[in-house]
Structure formats: structure tokens, C-alpha cells
């Protein structure tokens, strides 16, 4: 391992030259001199020592040429020293090369961005599970700037490199020094982002690039843009600051300036990309991920180039911040335009949820969980609420319209009850709860309720009005007509059997929904049924084929109302009661 002194300063002396130096004296110096660089170009490079013996020659070479006297002498000095600080230059280049700390280990470079997990949120696709767009969660999103410091250089190097730029400064070689300097760390720079697998692409390749390529790529830049400020660009920082800052603090300014620029405004390039893309509602999430981080790591950015004269690295990522805002605006009112015109005649058979209810739903179930960030780019917390319950009347509106093509006017209120009651759970269930209101709730259920009225009313009372008590009995008599009791069942039965086969064939998904339906239909034509058997049956009775009107027992009814809203169509044509 290399071993060097805990600390190498150095003393560059200001004194100046004797003003009666003898001839002798100058010539002994020039010997001096010539040993030194002798000694100088014998030095192994490859040696771990050779930097730290290097410099101190070359301190002695910058010692002794400001003691000679003529201008001759003081210009053969100054050759040497010269020749001296182009060696020192290279033993610091090799120092920061050789002794680089990279930290870029498996650990680092096993992201992974979930591209098998990938999801299609375009309005023609749906899906009833909860759209997964959360960015993963990293674990250096939580590191302070402490922590998240690693040393890019091993310190033992660090007092070496630190006395060998302040003799490059005192000699008047910085622009030499920063030269080099700079060079080495932007490789180290760009090799970082290669361990990263942060591909470079133009504007125009983005815009035309393929979806899910993308997806994947803006998941790996939310994770790159925190690892590369937080660890590499505040480690870059440190680095700068031990090596130059007691030299200049303008200095460690426009070193990292140099050495940061080209990957920021790369990193910056893609948000202001994707956000002069398509607005499309399947992009938003990931928007709304590289919104959030950036605004996340704002105030990191503030850090490191608050002495930034010219204000372009923050200007630049304030001005991308601000457009990809604009842009998730955008998407915004295209996904609540895009309900408004998604019109087509297509509804469910069996008048179950409609698709476009579960995207919806589920869309802004996980839209809810970019509240702070929809808040910010909204007008607070009421444009929030206002742009959901916009969309929620907007979805609505649609159901309301594409309801009206069904002709059975019972499946057109069976369609919005299902609809409307998957809505009020998912509200219920998730966080637009808090979003929503209660007040919302309630309206719905009221919504709810009327429809569900409405459905058993169009569906059911035809057939129960077969077992009403009008028109049964002969005019001043006091017994029921035969004849029309018999219509009366086989109406009843006629209408119940075409109602079983019907409905059998609609499907309620929500299983409490149609528990709830089923009882409250068995409760109505039960009732309604038992009555009129318990009055009637008995006129029945000794007449040929009495099965054939009195086929079913109140049993029988309830058992086979079991099967309604399962989505599978049954007949009862064929039952008969024994």
C-alpha cells in the first residue's frame, strides 16, 4: 500500500533575490538545479513514491530559481522549473488515475426496471388491477449529503495532489492544472454513467422511440439522476474542494463545472424530450416520476452549483422542470377529453362493468398517489379536487350515453347500477376517498339506489302483475274465475321463466351487490307469490293438468333466483313440479 506523510505542504518562499549574489554564488545554483532535474528525470513513474518525490524536487527547483539574480540565469532556472511542472503535471494526472475509487460495484449496477412488469395504459387497453406506476423505491433517495459522500479518490493520495496543485498555482500553471485536471475527471464522468447503463440518445431518437423502451428508460433515469447527484456529483464536489479549495474557491467552482455540465444538460435532455412528445395518457405516470424527481433533487442541484456565475446548469434544469410540468398538464385534459370521445356503441352483453370504467377508475386510483405533485401543477389542493370530480361526471356521462344502447330498459339501469357501484367502491377502498369526499359517497348511493329501483321495476313488475287481485272474480260473485286464474299462472309463469333465462344470462360482479339484489327480488316475488298461491290455489284444485299452471313452489322460486346475474343463461322450460 502506499505510505505517505499525513500531510505534504510545502513552503514557496516570496523573498527576493539577493541583490549582491556573487558570480559563484549563481553558478553553484545552477549546479544545483541541473542535479535537481537529473535527479528528476530519473525517477521511476511507475514508482508509488515517485509523485511525492517529484514534488519535492520540483519545490526546490521553484526555490532556487527565484533566488538567481541576472535575467540569463533566472531564465535557465526557469526552463528547468518549467520541465519540472510538465513532470509534476503528469504524477498528478497518474495519482488521480491510478488511485481512482470508482464505487461502482454489483450492488450499483443491478437496477432493475422492472421491464417484464410493464404496463399498458392506453384507453384501448383495461385492467381491474391496480395500475402499478410508482417508481421503486431506491434507497439512496434517503441519504443525506453526508452519506451519500464516498471518496472517488483514496485519501492516502489526497495531501499529495492537494501540494501539488498549490505549487502549480504559485507557479502560475493553473490553467494548466484545471486543464488536466478536468480532462481525467470527465472520463472518470463518463465511465460512471457507462457502469450506470445511462444510454445516450438524441431528442429526435426519443420522440420516435417505442413506448416501452422508453417506459424503461425513464424508470432507469429516475434512478440514475439520485445516484449520480446525490453520491457522484456531491463526491465530485468534495474531491474538488479538498484538493483546490484552499487555493481558490473559484477554482473548485469552475472545476466542477467543467467536469459536471456535459452529463447534467445530458440527463436534463431526456425530461425535455419526453416532454415536447405526444401527450398521451399512457405516458403520464412515468411524467409525473421524473416530475417528482426532479423536484426532489432541486434543492441538491441548489447545492452544488449555487456559485455558478452564469446560472445555466440551474437555469437549465429549473426551465426542463417547469416544460415537463406543462406537459403533465397536458396529458391531464387529454385523459379527461379522451372519456369525453370515447363514444363507440361496444357495451357488455350481459351488462356487467364496462371497461372504460375499470381504466378510468383504476387510473386515478393510482394517479392519487402523486397528490402533492397533481396539487402543484393543479392550483392547489381545490383544482384537485375539482379536475377528479370532472372526470368522475365525465365518465359518468359516458356510462349515462352508451346505457341508451341497450333496448331492455332493465339491463340499461342493471348497467349503471353495476357501473356506478364499482365506482363508489373503488372510491370508497382507496385513497380518492380523501379526495372524493363523503358527500360524493352519498350522492352515489342515492344514484345507486335509484337505479337499482328502476332495474326491478323494468324487470320484475311485469311479472308480478299477473298475481294481482283485479279482474279475477265474476262480475257479483264471490268466487275467482277458473279461467282467469288459469291465464294469471301461466302468465306469472310465463313471465318469470323468460325473466330466469334473461337475467340468468346478466352478470353483477360485485358479489354483495348481487347477494343484495337477489334477496331483495326473492323478498318481493316470494311474497307477492306465496300470497296469491295461499288465495288462489285451492280454485285449482281437481282440474285437469294443474301442474301446468301451478308448476312451481315458492321453493322452487327461490332456489332457482339463486341463479340469477351469474352470466351464464339457463332455461326453466323444461321444470316441472312433482
Known sequence: MLEMPS????????????????????????????????????????????????????????????????????????????????????????????????????????????????????????????????????????????????????????????????????????????????????????????????????????????????????????WVLKLFVRVYLTSERRLIELIFGNISEGLASSCFFEISKVPMLHLMSLP???????????????????????????????????????????GEYREVLLRLGEFAKGILMEFRSAIQLNLSKTVPVNGTVHPITRYVMNYIQTLSAYSSTLESLLGGRNGKEEYYASVAQMLESNLESRSQFYTDEALQNLFMLNNICYMVQKVKDSDLRSIMGDNWIRLHNKRFQTYAMNYERASWSPVLSFLRDEGIYHPKSSFPSTSVLKERFKGFNSGFEEAYRVQTGWLVPNLQLRDDLRISISLKVLQAYRSFLGRYDAYLDGIRHRERYIKYSPDDLESFLLNLFEGTQRSLNYVYRR
Open 7 to 222: 500531510e505534504i505542504v510545502p513552503k514557496f518562499s516570496d523573498s527576493n533575490c539577493k541583490h549582491h549574489q556573487s558570480e559563484d554564488d549563481n553558478t553553484e545554483l545552477e549546479r544545483q538545479l541541473e542535479r535537481l532535474r537529473k535527479n528528476l528525470s530519473s525517477l521511476d513513474s511507475n514508482s508509488p513514491h515517485s509523485a511525492f518525490e517529484c514534488l519535492q524536487i520540483t519545490t526546490k527547483i521553484q526555490q532556487i530559481t527565484k533566488l538567481l539574480e541576472s535575467p540569463e540565469k533566472s531564465a535557465f532556472g526557469c526552463g528547468i522549473l518549467h520541465e519540472a511542472l510538465l513532470r509534476i503535471e503528469q504524477e498528478f494526472v497518474n495519482l488521480l488515475v491510478h488511485y481512482k475509487q470508482s464505487h461502482v460495484g454489483p450492488e450499483i449496477t443491478s437496477f432493475r426496471s422492472s421491464e417484464g412488469n410493464f404496463e399498458d395504459l392506453s384507453i384501448n387497453s383495461f385492467g381491474d388491477d391496480l395500475i402499478e406506476a410508482r417508481n421503486s423505491q431506491i434507497e439512496i433517495c434517503n441519504l443525506s449529503a453526508e452519506q451519500s459522500v464516498v471518496d472517488l479518490v483514496n485519501p492516502l493520495v489526497l495531501p499529495t495532489l492537494k501540494s501539488i496543485a498549490e505549487l502549480m498555482f504559485v507557479s502560475t500553471y493553473e490553467e494548466e492544472l484545471i486543464e488536466a485536471y478536468v480532462s481525467v475527471r470527465m472520463e472518470e464522468v463518463d465511465e460512471i454513467l457507462l457502469k450506470l447503463r445511462f444510454e445516450k440518445f438524441s431528442i429526435e431518437e426519443v420522440l420516435n422511440m417505442d413506448w416501452t423502451k422508453l417506459n424503461s428508460l425513464i424508470k432507469r433515469w429516475n
Open 272 to 314: 425535455d424530450a419526453v416532454a415536447i412528445g405526444s401527450p398521451k395518457t399512457e405516458k403520464l405516470f412515468r411524467v409525473l416520476d421524473m416530475h417528482e424527481t426532479l423536484v426532489e433533487m432541486l434543492g441538491d442541484v441548489k447545492n452544488l452549483y449555487q456559485e455558478q456565475t452564469d446560472g445555466s446548469i440551474l
